[in-house]
């Protein structure tokens, strides 16, 4: 089974920075995109930067410039650095990637459990 494991989260203040890293694990063929989404309390779950195979990134436009995804293919991992933070960054931020899984060879959309974030003024 394929699984997505997350860390790096914590509490900063207001300027600071944090890396958020992903990785997954299990019977895994090819990852075609990885990417975070975030969910701050009330709001919607929503995408914050993607990583596709091809190597297209994009990003949400409240983290461009401040934010930096990467990807480690040998080691199915993707990362998020993410600088000069604020407030409205808190949320619970998910890893997420659209893989194929083995030995099926089925597509499979795989959510991490969230990494909570937050960022004080």
């Known amino acids: 089974q394929v699984q997505l494991v997350e860390s790096g989260g914590g509490l900063v203040q207001a300027g600071g920075s944090l890396r958020l890293s992903c990785a997954a694990s299990g019977s895994i063929l090819s990852i075609n995109a990885m990417g975070w989404y975030r969910q701050a309390p009330g709001k919607q779950r929503e995408l914050v930067a993607r990583?596709?195979?091809?190597?297209?990134?994009n990003y949400a436009d409240s983290v461009k410039g401040r934010f930096t995804i990467s990807r480690d293919n040998a080691k199915n991992t993707v990362y998020l650095q993410m600088n000069s933070l604020k407030p409205e960054d808190t949320a619970v931020y998910y890893c997420?990637?659209?893989?194929?899984?083995?030995?099926?060879?089925?597509?499979?959309?795989?959510w991490g459990q969230g990494t909570l974030v937050t960022v004080s003024s």
């Open positions: 990583s596709t195979r091809s190597d297209y990134t």
């Open positions: 997420n990637a659209i893989l194929v899984e083995g030995p099926s060879g089925r597509y499979r959309e795989v």
